[in-house]
């Protein structure tokens, strides 16, 4: 990827890398955060190019490794090639895209990505979220990659223990954060554990998001984007009151509902706008 998204530079919003290995959960994260089913998850590895999330009237396009761009009909993500695709860039109306750009990356390992691929787009980032499994957690080839990203990444940046949800007990659970915390969190500006599954499953229930994890994360950000200092003016997320879960990029619905852009989570929200386009194949875990 050797352009930036987007081309006119003072619509530049922060941009929001999900990382990590491959079936780490990024896409899983990206679904949890823009309130709707659009990036392919399964339980191999997917192969597909990164997906840039931009706000905007749904649609996709492909950006070939050539430059060219060419319309993207929704249910032809999965048979994208990641050979010659620098990247499939899709607009959609999601809240969190208010406050910034989500980028879904392939897995770190992934053989199809350009040798240089990652030196020329890490730099384009202004924080990562970096998704590990639980039952595996930042194993060496994970923190031989984190080691490399640019320093300034180390600071602002998320690492997401996922699938939480597999490990036996509280007690295990402790542990693994614990674990991960010690080895990793020199390297991070926060360790949280999450159940992607688990947030997805209610993420209309407040009491859900916040067992699960997804409460927190969405705290992190909210702290997290406001701390940036974006290329441009955008308007900043910011909690409702302090401490609170919800992220507030525009006004929110009251008298004249139903025109104004809804403002998201503490409840990360279900909603999808009328015209989004149908969900890729999906199979869950
Ligand atoms: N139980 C559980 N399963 C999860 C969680 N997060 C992701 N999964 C499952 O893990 C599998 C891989 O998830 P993806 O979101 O596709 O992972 P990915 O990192 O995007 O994978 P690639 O794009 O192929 O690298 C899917 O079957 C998900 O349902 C979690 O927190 N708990
Ligand atoms: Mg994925």
Known sequence: MTDDRPTDPGARKPRVALMGEFSAGKSTLANLLLGQNSSPVQVTATQLPPVWYQLGAPGAQRVGTDGSATPLPAED??????????????????????????????GTSDPNMAPDFWDAFLPKVDLAIWCTPANQAWRQSEAALW?????????????????????????????????????????????????????????????????????????????????????????????????????RTAPPPSAGAGTEPRIVPRRITRRKSPDARPRPEHRQA
Do not use: Y
């Open 77 to 106: 993500w999965t048979a994208v090639s990641p050979e010659d695709t620098r990247m499939i860039l899709a607009r959609l109306d999601a809240d969190i895209l208010q406050a910034c750009d989500l980028i879904d990356l392939p």
């Open 147 to 247: 080691e490399q990203v640019p320093p300034q990444l180390w600071t602002k940046s998320l690492l997401l223990i996922t699938r939480i949800d597999k490990m036996q007990g509280e007690r295990d659970r402790a542990r693994v954060v614990a674990r991960v915390r010690a080895e990793a969190g020199a390297l991070f500006r926060d360790v949280l554990p999450i159940s992607l599954t688990g947030a997805l499953a209610g993420r209309d229930n407040d009491e859900v998001l916040e067992a699960t994890g997804a409460a927190a994360l969405v705290r992190f950000l909210c702290h997290a984007l406001e701390g940036l200092e974006p290329p441009a003016p955008v308007q900043a997320p910011r909690p409702a009151t302090p401490g609170s879960a919800t992220i």
